[in-house]
T-cell receptor, first 114, second 113 residues
């Protein structure tokens, strides 16, 4: 149980385009969802958290206008990287947590900006 | 900053028990100990968590010292597929930022044939 599906798993796009990543909790209701970023050989860094129907809370140093997060339902959150540039290339991982449950993660999206 | 200390790396022979230590000397009374692992190029996988009692599930056992300042994750019969980075994280079950999982560097476990 407790499966989080993330899509796409891999995306390559040109500099200046926007990229949307979807995160779905398949068999539980995720009252809180999380977005992390991981650069090569580094640990996961929390970008933002969101509760269903509320605005996301961003960590210090994360630009909310660049990384748009929508958590419109208890099973879906999206992260849109706007006007992506090569420095935004990274491994993006979402997670979801239901009431009194551990957090579960998707398999990540590898984003490469050319 | 992560509130745990783990060895950078460990090796374990296939079929033997892997014992991964974690120090969390500043843990507070409402914080749980969580363990996750990350296999290369995948998202983290939940393993187990506990507050003060030892816990066991189908994946692993978690031994927490009586003073709660350290814990050990035990994989009873390690296989090659257990090679991963293992993260020990302390987290409050309250809401807000206290409930966020903050990842440190973890322990890279290499299971060898």
């Amino acid at each position: 149980g407790a499966v989080v599906s993330q899509h796409p798993s891999w995306v390559i796009c040109k500099s200046g385009t926007s990229v949307k990543i979807e995160c779905r909790s398949l068999d539980f209701q995720a009252t809180t969802m999380f977005w992390y970023r991981q650069f090569p050989k580094q640990s996961l860094m929390l970008m933002a958290t969101s509760n269903e129907g509320s605005k996301a809370t961003y960590e210090q140093g994360v630009e909310k206008d660049k990384f748009l997060i929508n958590h419109a339902s208890l099973t879906l959150s999206t992260l849109t990287v706007t006007s992506a540039h090569p420095e935004d290339s990274s491994f993006y991982i979402c997670g979801g947590r239901g009431s009194n449950q551990p957090q579960h993660f998707g398999d990540g999206t590898r984003l490469s900006i050319l | 900053d992560a509130k745990t200390t783990q060895p950078t790396s460990m090796d374990c022979a296939e079929g033997r028990a892997a014992n991964l230590p974690c120090n969390h000397s500043t843990i507070s009374g409402n914080e749980y100990v969580y363990w996750y692992r990350q296999i290369h190029s995948q998202g983290p996988q939940y393993i187990i968590h506990g507050l003060k009692n030892n816990e066991t599930n189908e994946m692993a056992s978690l031994i927490i010292t009586e003073d709660r300042k350290s814990s050990t994750l035990i994989l009873p019969h390690a296989t090659l597929r257990d090679t991963a980075v293992y993260y020990c994280i302390v987290r409050s079950n309250y809401g807000g930022s206290q409930g966020n999982l903050i990842f440190g560097k973890g322990t890279k476990l290499s299971v060898k044939p």
